[in-house]
């Protein structure tokens, strides 16, 4: 149980271009989920929390503009990366979890998304 | 925020070995993971582990939360237990240490 699907697993693109990332629970609803991102050889920063329905916080240092996240249902959330730089490239993973916020509630991840823009 | 340090930073082990990886943090926390990624990054939960100890298979972790810190206990290793182990807290959102490196050589 508690399995959370990330797709694409990986995208190359062109530097300009968006980039869309699907998170979905598959057996469970998610009232929260989480999106990080990781660079190479370090660990895991937070850069939002969404719940259904409203508006995804974001953490410090994270560009609202530029990290699109949607939680429309209780099985979906995306994070879309507009206009995307090279910059941009790092490995996006996403979580899920049953509960208000995480209290009490373990995350369950995805598996990743490398993005790499050229 | 609350701050997780994990040590040792790096570990190299020969097969069959046993190992003690350490997680503490500063302050009090609702919950606290163990993760494993692995070389594809694939983060695997190992524990949901608050407080107390819990065992599966080769692996088990102990919890003191009232001294602030929590140990991952790797036993008989294996070459497929080399990754990255992260302990994460969580205090309304998940705070992840810098992860300790093992690597088990055949």
């Known amino acids: 149980g508690a399995v959370v699907s990330q797709h694409p697993s990986w995208v190359i693109c062109k530097s300009g271009t968006s980039v869309k990332i699907e998170c979905r629970s598959l057996?469970?609803?998610?009232?929260?989920m989480f999106w990080y991102r990781q660079f190479p050889k370090q660990s895991l920063m937070l850069m939002a929390t969404s719940n259904e329905g409203s508006k995804a916080t974001y953490e410090q240092g994270v560009e609202k503009d530029k990290f699109l996240i949607n939680h429309a249902s209780l099985t979906l959330s995306t994070l879309t990366v507009t206009s995307a730089h090279p910059e941009d490239s790092s490995f996006y993973i996403c979580?899920?979890?049953?509960?208000?916020?995480?209290?009490?509630?373990?995350?369950?991840f995805g598996d990743g998304t490398r993005l790499s823009i050229l | 925020g609350i701050q997780v340090e994990q040590s040792p930073p790096d570990l190299i082990l020969q097969e069959g070995a046993n190992s003690t990886l350490r997680c503490n943090f500063s302050d009090s926390v609702n919950n606290l993971q163990w993760f494993h990624q692995n070389p594809w990054g694939q983060l695997i939960n190992l524990f949901y582990i608050p407080s107390g100890t819990k065992q599966n298979g080769r692996l088990s972790a102990t919890t003191v939360a009232t001294e602030r810190y929590s140990l991952l206990y790797i036993s008989s290793s294996q070459t497929t237990d080399s990754g990255v182990y992260f302990c994460a807290v969580d205090d309304y959102k998940l705070s992840f240490g810098a992860g300790t490196t093992v690597t088990v050589r055949a």
């Open positions: 057996d469970f609803q998610a009232t929260t």
């Open positions: 979580s899920a979890s049953g509960g208000e916020g995480t209290l009490g509630q373990p995350q369950h």
